[in-house]
């Protein structure tokens, strides 16, 4: 099946082969040789990837124990997922879109890209645009949205995703009508 451009799938084939290399950062002159090979591939990558599939491939075990076997290719994780939630109830097709949502925004600020995926978004509590990634959250940088302590109103990527998702089917719902 095709994927979007930008869609979960795209994003992970985008880590699955460019960022698991090492980029040469600078000379290397100067440095003491070493016995061993260094890692050919960025660790923090490789465990992120995995998790990212292991999430989708539990989850649809879960909702479909007949699911059968995963695709060995990451990127094919997410047609499986959706192939095999396709008749389980709105609640699960629902779960299964936000966490394929949620990995897209993951993935996108892993690589870097950040403002692409969370800026278009609305704050979840005022409404707002302006949203920023700062220390692992989704942060508001309304001066008037803040929290019981005076501090800016922060939002998980679960929420953010959780949000997206309710408000597309909310859309179509009100486009049916």
Not at 15 to 20: A, F, G, I, K, V
Not at 24 to 33: A, C, F, K, L, M
Not at 120 to 142: A, D, I, K, Y
Request: charged share 25%; hydrophobic share 30%.
């Amino acid at each position: 099946m095709n994927q979007p451009e930008d869609s979960a799938a795209a994003r992970l084939r985008y880590l699955n082969d460019y960022l698991l290399e090492h980029p040469v950062t600078g000379p290397t002159e100067g440095r003491n040789p070493t016995r061993t090979l260094s890692t050919p591939i960025s660790l923090g990558t490789l465990s992120h990837i995995d998790a990212s599939v292991r999430e989708v491939i539990a989850h649809t075990k879960d909702a479909n124990p007949a699911a059968g076997q995963a695709p060995t290719r990451a990127d094919a994780i997410y047609d499986w997922a959706r192939q095999h939630t396709e008749h389980a109830d709105d609640d699960v097709r629902q779960r299964t879109a936000v966490i394929e949502y949620r990995q897209y925004l993951e993935h996108a600020i892993r690589a870097g890209d950040w403002r692409k995926v969370i800026r278009p978004h609305r704050c979840p509590e005022c409404r707002c645009f302006g949203l920023m990634w700062r220390s692992g959250r989704v942060l508001c940088t309304n001066s008037e949205c803040t929290d019981r302590d005076g501090t800016s109103t922060t939002v998980t990527l679960a929420r953010l995703a959780h949000e997206h998702i309710a408000g597309r089917k909310n859309l179509r719902q009100a486009r049916t009508t």
